[in-house]
């Protein structure tokens, strides 16, 4: 049975305790939570917060990644289909698994360009953060995924591995297209739409929130955009190079979380 992210990490922050020798007394008491507290996260039914993490890493010696991260064997999969050699390999363990909509995406960034495309300071690297916080408080607001795009991280801020082969297609398709211009004298790529978006792709909840990010990002430079993005948690705990895991928004700090959680979801 597939465990969740909860599950995962309790069990990590279980296991390195053991490890180490510290007991649940001990690390309850460096974490200022109560023992019954730490049970519950080192049996997935408490989630673990940034703070705590941040005291983890300290307490265990090691980053903030590792221990969110759940076990280092576990590893992130783009879902497609398997190849025989992976199907006959070990099997290993799939934790948030970001759909390919394709069609969607499309639309998504029909419609994204439509509303802001024109702006002076939205080039290629707006585009990317915009898209990224669409869908990383989509998920975070609905647990459902919108675009469902795959995003990795790189020292620029989380990009979209899909863009490149979508945009090229659309350009062919003469859906977009592609201007390479300048902003404040720095070299900028900038897309614009030939069409507009076709709406019937996305439901009306899904426009409202794609217009709630757009009006509160996309008056962002590129610098400033992909500054923030680097403070967000999902950005921060994934490994350089690697896909972003989806279900790291549910440790988002107060400042970047864009969803009410009651006490029963804390529990």
């Known amino acids: ?47 673990l917060n940034v703070p705590e993490a941040q005291t983890l890493s300290e307490v265990f ?15 992130l999969h783009i879902e497609k289909e398997p190849t025989k050699k992976q199907k006959d390999s070990a099997p290993s363990m799939r934790i948030s698994v970001p759909q ?5 995406f499309q639309e998504v960034l029909l419609y994204i360009l439509g509303k802001v495309g024109a702006k002076a300071n939205v080039g290629e690297t707006v585009i990317y953060k915009l898209l990224y916080f669409i869908d990383f408080d989509y998920y975070e607001k609905f647990e459902e995924q919108l675009a469902g795009v795959t995003y990795i991280k790189n020292r620029y801020g989380p990009s979209p591995i899909e863009f490149k082969t979508v945009v090229d297609s659309m350009i062919r398709c003469g ?4 201007v390479e211009d300048k902003y404040f004298k720095y070299p900028q790529r900038k897309y614009m739409p030939r069409r507009e978006a076709d709406l019937t792709l996305l439901s009306a909840r899904e426009i409202k ?27 921060i705990t994934a490994e350089e190079g690697k896909p972003i895991d989806y279900e790291t928004v549910f440790y988002r700090t107060p ?8 006490e029963d979801d804390e529990a």
């Open 255 to 262: 400042e970047y979380s864009v969803r009410t959680y009651s």
């Open 1 to 47: 049975m597939t465990k969740n992210i909860n599950e995962l990490v309790g069990q990590r922050i279980r296991d390195l305790r053991n490890e180490r020798g510290i007991s649940q007394e001990e690390l309850a008491r460096r974490l200022g939570i109560s023992r019954a507290t730490l049970v519950d996260m080192e049996a997935g039914r408490r989630s």
């Open 175 to 178: 859906d977009v297209v592609r």
């Open 61 to 75: 010696g090691l980053s903030m990644s590792d221990i969110m991260s759940a076990a280092p064997q576990i590893t």
């Open 209 to 235: 929130h794609i217009d709630g990010v757009l009006d509160r990002l996309s008056g962002m430079s590129a610098n400033e955009i992909s500054e923030y993005s680097h403070k967000d948690v999902p950005w």
């Open 100 to 104: 390919k909509k394709i069609n969607k």
